[in-house]
């Protein structure tokens, strides 16, 4: 899996012209032939205008969380997806984790919720499922 925050830094915003063509033809070799061999790209952006991301055709599976303007769901999640239910400029400032997902195999948006899990409640679920020793049947005690 390759992630990418903030990938507007890379694709627009960039200074410098040649590394930012490497990046693109990069970006855009991983997300066209990278599947075939299991590479994932995940990129996260802020601004969804295609000046930003000129490629974003190239990712297949679109998640957009809350955004500003109703225009802003069909630049992320592609034509018609607010029309069919994807209102993310509803989503309300206490909405965390909430979004749509549109996959490339369907094209209506799911709303989805993403779960919060604290580090306090990942030590006590990892204490919970670790015993601090195993016994293996057949061993020596």
Not at 3 to 15: M, N, S
Not at 30 to 38: D, H, K, N
Not at 67 to 73: A, G, I, R, T
């Amino acid at each position: 899996m390759v992630l990418v925050d903030e990938v507007a830094f890379l694709t627009a915003y960039q200074p410098d012209r040649k590394l930012k063509e490497r990046i693109m033809n990069a970006l855009a070799t991983l997300t066209t032939q990278g599947r075939a061999v299991g590479y994932c790209v995940v990129a996260a952006l802020q601004d969804p205008r295609k000046d930003v991301l000129t490629i974003r055709n190239l990712f297949p599976d679109r998640i957009a969380m809350r955004l500003d303007e109703p225009e802003q769901v069909d630049m992320v999640l592609g034509d018609g997806s607010r029309d069919r239910g994807a209102a993310c400029e509803l989503i309300p400032a206490t909405g965390a984790g909430v979004a749509f997902v549109r996959l490339e195999s369907d094209p209506d948006p799911v709303r989805v919720r993403a779960g919060w899990v604290t580090d306090f409640d990942i030590r006590a679920l990892a204490d919970a499922c670790i015993p601090d020793r195993v016994e293996w049947p057949g061993a020596a005690a």
